[in-house]
């Protein structure tokens, strides 16, 4: 078929190959087809924007342009939202900023929210927003053994000094 052939111009790591190739599915009546086909495209779309603002928002903080970093941290939660990327995941980004501004009350709020939304980190397996697709059960996947590994993170009074004696902090860390 002419329409299969024209695919093979496009690189395997061109989502626009995917994405003829899912209009090609659904015009052959392959409906299943097309919707897993154009749903991986989604699901590794929305990666590559979330690891295209996180470059952006290394680049921003290490240039101490935190209201730009805030920014680049807002836009990454909505798009972890829209995504359905799970609550940790809308939340986790703004981390990187409260802590490189050192704000005690943001790293506070932030950290609060990470813990209380670890059970999120696979949500996406679960969104509507990728029915068509299977995911992999983790069976080593544990959200009170990750909670106590950022736990941890958290209590390292070299990366959080700027957090000592901030009575919350102290309590919230030694859960």
């Known amino acids: 078929m002419a329409a299969e052939k024209y695919l093979n111009y496009f690189s395997e790591h061109d989502p626009m190959k995917k994405i003829f190739r899912a209009r090609l599915y659904k015009e052959q009546g392959k409906t299943e087809e097309a919707y897993k086909t154009i749903e991986e495209v989604l699901l590794s ?63 506070f709020q932030v ?20 029915r068509h697709l299977q995911f992999k059960k983790n069976a080593r996947w544990n959200a009170d053994e990750l909670r106590e590994k950022l736990l941890e993170g958290f209590r390292d009074e070299t990366e959080f000094s700027y957090m000592k004696g901030y009575e919350p902090w102290e309590k919230l860390v030694s859960k």
């Open 45 to 107: 779309q929305s990666q590559t924007l979330g690891v295209t603002f996180s470059f952006l928002l290394s680049m921003a903080l290490k240039e101490k342009d935190f209201d730009y970093g805030r920014v680049l941290a807002e836009k990454m939660g909505a798009l972890a939202h829209t995504f359905e990327m799970g609550k940790y995941s809308e939340c986790s980004t703004m981390l990187d900023v409260v802590y490189a501004e050192k704000n005690v009350e943001g790293t």
């Open 111 to 130: 950290v609060r929210q990470l813990l209380e939304n670890v059970e999120s980190i696979g949500d996406f397996s679960g969104s509507k927003l990728y």
